[in-house]
């Protein structure tokens, strides 16, 4: 009858969106409640300067530890907390516990470290963000400077003119701002000049061939001077090999975060890693010489 066959062509229907879409309920419906259950725990990868080689900032990744699905990486659920706004409390709650952890390692004595925190585009849009970041700021009483803000270019391309205005504001709070994912986006050079940013991250999907590829080499070193002429910090994302560390030492980049130096680690880890003084291998012999 019509009334089956509209029925198996549901069920057909019904059973195509199924992986995906339960998933993506499934993943939805244990978000809303990650925050209070306390289910998000931050990660830290350092970020080591080249020229000391010692650890100077450290980047807090989100990991989601949930009960049943287990470790959920980043990209399985930024997107979807993303759409549905759930971003904004995650991404509040990721602001204040990156502050408090760099703040307390400052009390316990610790050399002072930047904090890098993400921002995602619909933070980026929400009109008490300046206001919210102060807020952390007072209450945690990190030193502005040491709070560093990680913007995709993404964010920028819809009203240019608000991002400027807004970075300003963000930049009169003391922060740092840095352009995460270089070279991947909407790469005009013109917001460069205009917007008040102080480092470039050089996108690891260039860093991965630079001792091999003379073109992904080209381009890294274009990023570098540009970087250094608009006296910008440049800082190579997902350093993994000596070859790679060498390339971007010799070509002047100021700084590298990668697993060659360290996986993002918990809290508990990095601590060790910044007590134990570690630098980057060959750093001292180098110095010396
Ligand atoms: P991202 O901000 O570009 O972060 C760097 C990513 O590269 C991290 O992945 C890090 O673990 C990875 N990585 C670092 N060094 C290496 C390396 O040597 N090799 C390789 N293969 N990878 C390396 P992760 O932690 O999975 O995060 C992925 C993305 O998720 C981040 O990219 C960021 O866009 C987003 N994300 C993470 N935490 C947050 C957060 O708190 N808020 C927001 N809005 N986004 C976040
Ligand atoms: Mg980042
Ligand atoms: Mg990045
Ligand atoms: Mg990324």
Known sequence: ???????????????????????????????????ERNEFVLHYQPQVDLATGRIVGMEALLRWQHPELGMVPPQRFIGLAEETGLIVPIGAWVMRTACAQAKAWQDAGLPPLRVAVNLSARQFAQPDLVASIEAVLAETGLPPACLDLELTESLFVDDVAQAVELLHQLKALGVKMSIDDFGTGYSSFSYLRTFPIDVLKIDRSFIADIASDADEAAIVVSIIALARNLKLRVIAEGVEAQGQLDFLRAHGCDEMQGYYFSRPVPAGEFEQLLKSGRELDGMQQLLRA
């Open 1 to 35: 009858s019509a009334k089956k066959l509209g029925r198996n062509c549901w069920q057909f229907y019904q059973s195509a969106m199924n992986d995906e879409a339960q998933e993506r309920l499934r993943i939805e419906g244990a978000l809303r409640s990650a925050v």
